[in-house]
Antibody
């Protein structure tokens, strides 16, 4: 199992960015997939999950601005981030839930998103 | 939202000694709790899930206990490679929430 994120970078406040998480070793549509972020020097914050096909959940801090999706043909998870704020600056990890529970058994290496003018 | 708290914020332990980390939930999460270890510049790694089940490949010196609102992660004999941040996470209710973490230092 491997997860590789991409798409991070520097974006201005109010801008948009789409993160990707390419999966290998398993079928991304068969498992619950989440995004978790970590602001510089801070702890972990769960952002969003997609499961059971296309059911999604979001943290209140990103609801209405971020959208999670996945593409079975590319075996890739996405996070579309709109109306970005300075507070969204963080390393974004994709993670798979495993062991038949919601705990995250595999993580990507993360991609840094910096929101700044 | 379920608020997770962890104590202590920092723990300094000598090699070979026991380390005990605590995690508390603001309401019951049953046994829907995981522990993660994170070293600088790395992604988190799951240690325990369902409060007390060791994840694949995790050394037996790591153990978890608790249910409801109070949980403990114990490292029975601390090794130098255990220096890291440790986070608990509940997955009983949306949104999933993490504790603020405990930093374990080696004396």
């Amino acid at each position: 199992v491997q997860l590789v994120e991409s798409g991070g970078g520097l974006v201005q406040p109010g801008g948009s960015l789409r993160l990707s998480c390419a999966a290998s070793g398993f079928t991304i549509t068969s498992d619950h997939m989440s995004w978790v972020r970590q602001a510089p020097g801070k702890g972990l914050e769960w952002v969003s999950v997609i499961y059971d096909g296309a059911i999604t959940q979001y943290s209140d801090s990103v609801k209405g601005r971020f959208s999670i999706s996945r593409d079975s043909s590319k075996n890739t998870l996405y996070l579309q981030m709109n109306s970005l704020r300075a507070a969204d600056t963080a390393v974004y990890f994709c993670a798979r839930s495993g062991y038949g529970v919601w705990a995250f058994d595999h993580w990507g290496q993360g991609t840094l998103v910096t929101v700044s003018a | 939202e379920i608020v997770m708290t962890q104590s202590p914020a920092t723990l300094s332990v000598s090699p070979g000694e026991r380390a005990t980390l605590s995690c508390r939930a603001s309401q019951s999460v049953s046994s829907d709790l995981a522990w993660y270890q994170q070293k600088p510049g790395q992604a988190p790694r799951v240690l325990m899930y369902s409060a007390s089940t060791r994840a694949t490949g995790i050394p037996v010196r790591f153990s978890g206990s608790g249910s409801g609102t109070d949980f403990t992660l114990t490292i029975s004999s601390l090794q130098s490679e255990d220096s890291a941040h440790y986070y608990c996470q509940q997955y009983n209710n949306w949104p999933f929430t993490f504790g603020p973490g405990t930093k374990v230092d080696i004396k």
